[in-house]
């Protein structure tokens, strides 16, 4: 079930890269419906990795670029064609990473990818630290505002697995385990993201449960992609502070408190 692209430059940390949603795999979900969907071009679409650049400059850690591809589309690291997923892919991610030995787990994405980071950030025992970029909190919610029409490909009629995804971040489950509490969660949004308000109500029940959560929060007015494609440089230099366990700064950047930054564009 896992599979993607594995960077190795001789490190003990490493940068989960969850992907965002590429254009070509939305158009086709569509034919995926259809059953006439060409499933090979699917998969070289989700072979096209974000963030490549970063890692190729950045070569203090080593990387896996996740894909979220298991049969049809997609499914924000969840599930795949209605039935749910990640409890098996976050134990194909545990034993690769006891196998590579690594000492520091940062899970990083942005969208669909922000909220892989987010989901592992909780299921894993070995990530550390997360970078969640503009995160898609409440999955189902998203859905059936943005992608009514794709809605049946994702969730094939089951309705208790709709339930589930939107209330993910919220069930009360995920938090009772050491290892969570031990991860670090750095959210990053801006007041005019589609899901702001629901990254901020996952932010207070993090801090609820004393689980490290440093809020970032752009206040341009600047919706969802333009927020994370128009700071690329903010990103890549919060992404190295984390992984060098260095206190965040940016040119970008204005501290508030050990736990809020605000950027200023």
Known sequence: MLHGRHLKNGSKHLILVFQPVKKEVLEAVSEVLKGSADHEQIKKAHERYSWM?????????????????????????LFD???????ALNEELEQFIEKMGYEKVTAFGSSKGGTGAL?????????????????????????????????????????????????????????????VKNTNFYLYTGKHDMQFQDVMALKDLLQNHDIRTVLIVNTSKKTHSPLVVEHTDFVYQTLQNINENRVLQSAELTRLNDDAYVLFS
């Not at 794709?150 to 993910?168: I, P, S, V």
């Open 81 to 87: 064609g209605g039935k749910a997923m990640y409890e």
């Open 53 to 77: 650049n970063f890692a190729l400059d950045y070569k203090e850690s080593d990387y896996l670029f996740v894909q979220d591809y298991f049969s049809e589309s997609f499914g924000w690291y």
């Open 119 to 179: 989901v592992y950030g909780v299921l894993n025992k070995y990530v550390t630290d997360v970078f969640a970029l503009v995160p898609q909190v409440k999955v189902s919610t998203f859905i059936n505002k943005y992608h009514p029409n794709e809605k049946e490909a994702f969730y094939r009629g089951n309705e208790k697995l709709e339930q589930e995804m939107d209330q993910f971040f919220f069930d009360e489950r995920h938090y009772v385990s050491e290892a």
